[in-house]
């Protein structure tokens, strides 16, 4: 930056450590993750969901395959899957099995629940 003459940061973020079954990540121990790998086996959306979610901004992380796949089980299929059935559920019985298609104004109800 300084050889282009631009403006050094004021402040740095810096990620914490990935460890893998608690042991350092190198090459020399043949432990290393490759995230194409991980997006192929489990999907993108998933991955990212586990990469995102299991370590605090800053803090240090271990990753397992099983600690990604009892997270996504859990959060993503177990809790979203039961959000969308009660979800759909509701929407069946209560609004002529289909969603509706187009939405009035909020009456003075909603306004009070928002």
């Known amino acids: 930056l300084m050889a282009a003459n631009l403006p050094l940061p004021k402040r740095l973020f810096a990620h914490g450590w990935w460890t893998k079954d608690g042991d350092k990540i190198s090459k020399s121990l043949g432990n290393v993750i490759d995230p194409v790998d991980l997006v192929e086996e489990f999907g993108v959306d998933q991955t990212r ?11 240090d992380g271990d990753f397992s395959s099983e600690a990604f796949v009892r997270k996504v089980n859990t959060n993503l299929a177990n809790e ?6 009660r979800t759909l559920s509701m929407v069946f019985k209560n609004c002529g099995k289909a ?14 629940l928002l």
């Open 80 to 85: 979203l899957g039961n959000l969308c059935q």
């Open 49 to 59: 969901f586990f990469l995102m979610s299991e370590v605090t901004f800053g803090s």
């Open 99 to 112: 969603v509706p298609e187009e939405v009035g104004p909020y009456t003075e109800r909603d306004e009070k």
